[in-house]
């Protein structure tokens, strides 16, 4: 018992450093800020904060706005973010070194003096990469994962590091070391996650550019909730060396590294400068596809699949008009609508994303949260996977009836053994063929599809891992996914939010109506899919719904 305490009080003590190591982030990007008024007191930050990152860069590229004014405005506004809503973990210091030596070199790349942020699982030399863990603390990484090395060499300057939700398998954004996050515009809600802290810090205008990662929706929830542009690419478009996943080795469902900011043409620039050699040297794993610009820019009408509901979480009156709403003014604008039908969405969740993830019976998984001080909102989870599978079968079997216990038939039936792994990954290969010969029969470019919203209240998401359905079929087929918000919660929505029973009309349903109620006012998105590889083509279609 003793040791037990002494353990305990050893990782508090811990998790208080790196609080300190936070607030002293703060406190340095404070001093930096003003010591940069001091001397330039005329430099105005506020216009500096309005350029759209397309004009910034083209301003920094022909001198005619010098890196350091840019820089310290991002720095100034971010520290204003990160008090409002606790999204920032780390201030990376190097980086004010790194400004002056880009000022020296002159090598313009295509960020040259663009302020990034970059999310705590993506390898920063030299900083560590939680994930939420007390045992990931003072473990810096020996180097840049390839992402920060291209973004290096592109002259973007990385700044700070973001927070994410303990393990990031999560849709909300909370750790025991870090805290909540806050949503920008509504504190009491959830600004998403794992990428919760890059959506909040670039939705509240703190960061220009920012860097997440996806495997159910994780750059999606983020962007929706607050309000802005994300882009989850095809799993192996760009390098994902030095990058921390949550389920390290499982291949069922695909994970993503991508761009998040406030505007289309933004994420596109993100992704012109890391489709490029130097990613393409540094990790050979990845297809050497240059960004490509005659289908990005092209203005071809576009035949576009469409649906309004997954039929296994009801979308909200909010969602729903999105979708109809971006249909008609599509249509108006020329392109070919074409209704998509969209079958077996409870399955796919449940056997390729659930069972696909933790195929192994969560132990990968549990493993991470041994000797942790805290299981987060997992309790039911982590006793499910920990009973013996005599027990997990009797529960699967009373729970089948019942479409209360539904999400949980699939943890139950858990453990696989490899011949059933093999036959799953099969079984999702098959799944995605099916798929792409229902999409080309239809003669489609791209689908628009609902994006869950508007943002939960906080606590909310970690009770509704079921509502990831329209996320995280796109990383189960694993194709290119983008979000564009379009619309705005209305009285009307919050009326007839009044009578929303969801399909199942059990916890989950009703949870999820109260998850929604109140939200007038806040941004809904819609989701823009393409097939895999083309994610030049996705982001051309995000940018007309951009622009209707």
């Known amino acids: 018992l003793l040791l037990r305490w002494r353990r305990r009080r050893g990782l508090w003590r811990k998790v208080k450093e790196a609080r300190q190591r936070q607030e002293r982030s703060l406190v340095q990007m404070e001093m930096a800020v003003r010591r940069f008024r001091e001397q330039l007191p005329s430099v105005n930050m506020i216009s500096i904060l309005s350029l759209p990152l397309p004009e910034l860069s083209k301003k920094l590229r022909d001198g005619s706005l010098p890196p350091e004014h840019v820089f310290y405005a991002y720095v100034g506004k971010a520290l204003q973010i990160a008090t409002e809503t606790n999204c920032i973990t780390e201030y990376l210091q190097e980086s004010e070194t790194q400004l002056q030596k880009a000022k020296m070199t ?4 295509l960020l040259y003096g663009v302020p990034v942020s970059i999310k705590d699982s993506i390898d920063c030399q030299g900083h560590d990469s939680t994930l939420g863990f007390i045992k990931n603390l003072n473990k810096p990484a020996a180097e840049d994962s390839v992402v920060v090395q291209v973004l290096r060499r592109q002259g973007a300057i990385p700044f700070v590091k973001t927070n994410v939700p303990q393990s990031l398998i999560s849709y909300d954004c909370k750790n025991l070391i870090f805290g909540q996050t806050f949503n920008p515009l ?23 550019l920012g860097f997440g990662t996806d495997v159910g929706g994780s750059l999606r929830f983020p962007a929706a909730f607050c309000g802005i542009c994300a882009l989850k690419p095809t799993g192996n478009r760009l390098s994902k060396k030095g990058i921390i996943s949550g ?37 050979s794993t990845v297809p050497p596809l240059p960004f490509n610009e005659e289908v990005y820019s092209s203005t071809q009408p576009l035949r576009i699949g469409y649906y309004e509901t997954d039929f296994f979480t009801m979308p909200s009156p909010a969602m729903r008009r999105a979708v109809r709403e971006t249909k008609q003014l599509l249509e108006d604008a020329g392109h070919t609508l074409v209704p998509f039908e969209l079958t077996n969405v409870d399955y796919v969740v449940f056997n390729f994303c659930v069972r696909g993830m933790f195929a192994d019976g969560a132990t990968s998984f549990l493993k991470m949260f041994k000797g942790e001080l805290e299981k987060s909102s997992m ?36 453990f696989s053994t490899v011949d059933e792994v093999w036959s799953l990954h099969h079984e999702i290969e098959e799944f995605c063929h099916q ?40 990383n189960a087929l694993d194709f290119p996914a983008g979000v564009v918000p379009v619309t705005m919660v209305t009285d009307k929505d919050e009326e007839e939010l009044k009578g929303y ?10 949870t999820l109506a109260k998850a929604f109620r109140g939200s007038v006012g806040l941004p809904v998105a819609v989701q823009c899919v393409a097939l895999p590889w083309q994610e030049e083509l996705c982001l051309r279609f995000m940018k007309e719904v951009e622009t209707l």
């Open 106 to 109: 002159g090598k313009l790349g």
């Open 501 to 510: 029973q969801g399909y199942f009309r059990d916890w989950w349903d009703r």
């Open 435 to 474: 798929f792409i010969a229902q999409w080309k029969k239809l003669n489609l470019d791209v689908m628009l599809c609902p994006m869950l919203g508007p943002a939960l209240g906080i606590g909310y998401p970690g009770k509704l891992s079921v509502a990831v359905s329209y996320t995280m079929l796109y």
């Open 186 to 208: 509504l504190y009491t809600r959830s600004p998403g996650g794992s990428s919760g802290g890059e959506g909040a810090l670039v939705g509240g205008g703190g960061s220009i």
């Open 247 to 283: 389920v390290l080795g499982q291949k069922a469902v695909v994970a993503a590294v991508g761009p998040m900011a406030k505007d289309v043409e933004s994420l596109a620039l993100g992704m012109r400068a890391l489709l490029c050699e130097d990613m393409f040297n540094l990790d």
């Open 379 to 414: 309790g039911l989870f982590f006793w499910l996977a920990k009973s013996p599978n005599w027990l997990k079968s009797v529960l699967s079997w009373i729970a089948k009836p019942f479409h209360l216990l539904m999400p949980f038939i699939g943890f139950v039936s858990f």
